[in-house]
DNA sequence: TAGATTGTTAATCGATTAACAATC
DNA sequence: TAGATTGTTAATCGATTAACAATC
């Protein structure tokens, strides 16, 4: 709820100015103008200006931004606050580079739990979680409010556990299969990462570009 | 080389046509109209006969498209019968997710060869690689032509193995870390995979949705 | 031929950039 | 106060959608 009409390419904006907001921070400057942060971030500041302008008006007229408010603000604005609870859906190298590289709880996230149906992978630590056979999915969701699933499995695997987890009231996903959810279920709200597709991209760049 | 001034906004979508038709394919469909793709794919006929016609005239009036044709079409204009040789640096759960997982060759690209600067992670297997020390990346990229690198290391470690891979000549990447490459280097040709802003993006979406 | 569907032009819509008055 | 820089409106640019003549 709250704030909408945002368009999704100011939202997915958004993180990138959180990060460099975040450095700018640690880097303890304290004030920036909208002209000296585009530069840095290779945009427009009038895009800047706009973007934040979406949300209120952070600035000063004559000063610029107070970084560390400004940082504060979007953080507000991404909901990263949030502890919006998550299990992971795989236990492979991508579902273990995803449960143990990635910091959750600054993300808005926690992860809870991550389940695989390899029984090779039961009982493996991935940081403080330990993987539980897929058995136990709807049990463990049954007894424990779950807001989100991640799901590192192949595409083939996707459609047994979706509508488990859809069942359990699970509407919410960061998707890394080409398994199209929201063609199946339309009232979810998933984040697709489609590594090939990605660099298929790189692909037609490279083949188009003249570095060698 | 050859056509350019085509927006990024088709290119990226080009990837997701490649999808669809190389699964309506093995459905063994052979022909299909813009008005029944752009349903399945939940876009507008409209843009699909703009986005192929980016290209050329693939299409029949009255007909539409063969299915077997069009996906061989747009395999070459992604350039996926190259073969661009990659390094991959990074044997993490991350780099090993990506050495193991991805079907290069379908994509491309060849891996010929990973690196790691963690004792423990030299000699580890790879599919058909072998992890090598990162001291040897030098003298390897020296005796091999090599296209791009995949980098799956963390951000801090991202700037010395990129001067020594620009330093070679190397100016593709995919990148999974948040070290920004274009700003050092503006040579060169880059594709992020932000997989904390992907996330970031989930909790706005969360936050702001109804779907409790 | 009649029906279907493309390729392509024109119209609309949205996003980005420029400009500047307001104001700190 | 003078200088700087925002917030915001207006102008431009690009991307998407609609429409339809061409044609298989």
């Known amino acids: 709820m709250s704030k909408d009409g945002i368009s999704m390419s100011v939202i997915r904006r958004l993180p990138r100015y959180y990060r460099f907001l975040s450095e700018l921070n640690e880097q303890n400057v304290d004030r920036i103008s909208s002209t000296k942060l585009a530069e840095i971030m290779n945009v427009t500041a009038s895009q800047v200006r706009q973007d934040l302008n979406c949300f209120g008006g952070f600035g000063q007229q004559g000063y610029g931004y107070s970084v560390s408010q400004l940082k504060e603000e979007i953080k507000k604005i991404l909901g990263l606050n949030n502890n919006y609870r998550a299990v992971l859906i795989g236990a ?34 991935l940081n403080d979680i330990t993987v539980k056979p897929e058995s136990e999915l709807e049990e463990f969701c049954r007894h424990n409010h779950i807001d989100t699933a991640f799901l590192c499995i192949p595409r083939a695997c996707v459609e047994a556990v979706l509508d488990k987890l859809y069942n359990l009231g699970i509407k919410n996903y960061w998707n890394f299969s080409h398994y199209d959810i929201a063609t199946r279920y339309h009232d979810t709200l998933v984040e697709n990462v489609h590594l090939s597709d990605n660099l298929m991209t790189l692909c037609y760049r490279m083949n188009n570009s003249k570095n060698q």
Chains 1, 2 share one sequence.
């Open 92 to 125: 492979g190298n991508l579902g273990k580079a995803v449960a143990m590289h990635m910091n959750f709880d600054r993300l808005g996230f926690e992860l809870i739990a991550c389940f695989d149906n390899n029984p090779a992978k039961i009982g493996e630590q």
